[in-house]
């Protein structure tokens, strides 16, 4: 037999997965992530922790799956996006690791956009700015840490560190290192222009040689095989950012169907053969897994964590079954409401430094009256997301969905009704594992490709169709949300 490993590098939870030839999981093995907030704004690893807790999840997952460790022919890796692991000329941690949700250097990011160094870098580095950022960040250390930044010798993200953890080879993996700000994506190479953009120059000289996500990037080492649970020499591979690995998983191998993430993060990712540019938007674009196409995605942190927010500090008896029994009725009355939620309690997609807030709340105003709020605030700014991407995308024709509101037949209902295309429900729980574990399969050579592996590893789907007439009636509540937004922001 032959599997492979698949490592989920999240911001919240760490876990490794073993699949077989098919896709099907044999096990996963978790461990929850130690984030540490030292100062306000602070998002924060220590990297050494981080390497014990990918030793357990993977031993875990071995021991679990009653295999032996020998067939096991690949290890790959899913991983948030962005953040900073950097390693000194000795391969130590510089200091701790620096996660995607980081905002530390928000005051460096406004500045940025105010005096015209966002729009002036855009053409570059095709992306939004951002504070979690590597730029954002080195930009930081520059200014705070002076010490620190002068040390840096290798600028990795989360993936490329546990990868040269593994193997003593040092790459930064393309789909990741696309969007740092750091690369030239038209050009595909590190650009030195628009480091210096950012008063980086010196980076130029602390980054590593790009890969890809299914390059071999070295064997684990005998020196922490045993830690592992894993045999020394087993391949290992460049892996994924997330966003990709959620479009691998959900089959998005074209153009036609775009990848929606509804969880922490609100995403919506598209795949084209070519970058498109509109003056009226900054698209957020970068290098595919398939050689030759690119991936377009727009996300902010303005998903379900909102409603988990409001579950565990206000709504602490309400049940997800009495929600969702609520939204329900909401949906069936369609009535007229004043209440609105703005889901911005980890950050705004509809400018920055916008609140979260519950707009138009009155007396006769209920508890499911809220809850429904929630719902659709959170629909609507994934909307907000998803038609930015649908309008560079026309021969999109479904929306394949993962992540916890998936579980909600209502919200799901209110996905699809909003977008007015069928919404595919996947039924992989761990997206993140399945996509890593079919990234190695690939480099391993059990699939000559991508397209390949996604066919053989595709699991049926739950489909819900659009309601035009809760479309409609969605569509209309959205206007007023983004007039609400408006009068709120703060131009």
Known sequence: MSYFLGIDLGGTVIKAGIYDGKGDEIAVFE?????????????ERDMDEMWQAVCTVTKGAVAKAQIDKKEIKGVSFSSHGKGLYAVDKNGKPVRKGINSSDTRSVDLVLKWLADGTAQKSYPYGLQQMWTGHPVSILAWLKAHERENYDNIH????????????????LGAEITNISGSNLYNVQSGTYDPKLMAMFGLEECMDKVVKVVDSSEECGQVMPSVADDLGLEAGTPVFGGFFDV??????????????????????SIATAVHNKITLKEDHNYVWGNYCIPGLYFVHEGSPTSASNLTWWRDNVLTNVSLDKCNSAVASAIEKQAESSLFFLPYLYGSNYQVGMNAGLCGLQAHHTIDDIVYAIYEGIVFSHT?????VL????????????????????????????????AEISTVKQTGCKAAAICAAVGSGYFKDYIEAVKATSQKMRVVDPDPKLGKYLRERYERFLELNKKLSHD
């Open 384 to 388: 907000l997301n998803q038609d930015k």
């Open 31 to 43: 461990h929850k992530a130690v984030s540490l907030s030292e100062q306000i704004g602070f998002a």
């Open 154 to 169: 290798a600028i990795l993200m989360v993936h490329d560190y546990i990868r040269f953890r593994m193997t003593g080879e």
């Open 244 to 265: 990709v690995a959620a479009a691998v998983s959900s089959g998005v191998i074209d153009d036609t169907a775009i990848s929606a993430a509804a969880g922490t993060w």
């Open 391 to 422: 309008e560079i995308s026309p021969n999109v024709k479904t929306i394949r969905m993962n992540g916890g509101p998936t579980n909600s037949e209502p919200w799901m209902k209110m996905y699809a009704s909003c977008a007015g295309l069928p």
